[in-house]
């Protein structure tokens, strides 16, 4: 997997604690063939959920189903295609933050760059969340599909990789 970096950093408010997560990722796939995966309905159900409603356009709401009666509703704030999408994102139990992604041209590939703000408590369950999530969008670029029912176990993997 080529990650390249991944972290939790503090928020800019006046209490000290996560709020934000970033990770870098060198996806082995041209811009173009990142983009149509994050954005493409027929490619998201590989791997983040079902889009149920809505299209990735600035303006556009759009919701996830990522299982069954749980989804996330997410206002499309910039969509350039091939280089940035930031929305929000909201689950019914959980803040509304801020999900931004960013790609670059990077010799063959792509440097992508994910930044989820406004997370407070859920900072530490998201960074491995979007780790194992940006695992199966790897697999699905490269033509090795991850199964799906093996998207808890990677996740606790990942989780516990966090926290020792």
Not at 43 to 66: E, K, M, N, Y
Request: hydrophobic share 40%; with cysteine; glycine share 10%.
């Amino acid at each position: 997997m080529p990650l390249i970096s991944r972290c939790i950093e503090p928020g800019p408010g006046i209490e000290p604690g996560p709020d934000r997560v970033v990770l870098e990722w060198s996806m082995p796939a041209p811009p173009a063939r990142v983009w149509w995966g994050l954005t493409d309905s027929e490619a998201l159900p590989h791997w983040l959920g079902t889009l149920s409603s809505g299209r990735f356009a600035a303006g556009d709401v759009v919701i996830i189903r990522h299982a069954e009666d749980y989804s996330s509703t997410s206002k499309v704030l910039t969509c350039e295609p091939g280089s940035i999408l930031s929305m929000t994102w909201e689950f019914p139990d959980e803040p509304l933050s801020h999900l931004r992604i960013s790609l670059a041209a990077d010799g063959d590939g792509t440097h992508l760059e994910l930044a989820h703000d406004g997370l407070g408590a859920e900072a530490g369950g998201y960074l491995p969340g979007w780790h194992t999530h940006l695992l199966y969008l790897e697999g699905l670029l490269t033509n090795r599909p991850r199964d799906p029912a093996s998207f808890w176990s990677t996740y606790a993997g990942l989780d516990a990789d966090s926290a020792g």
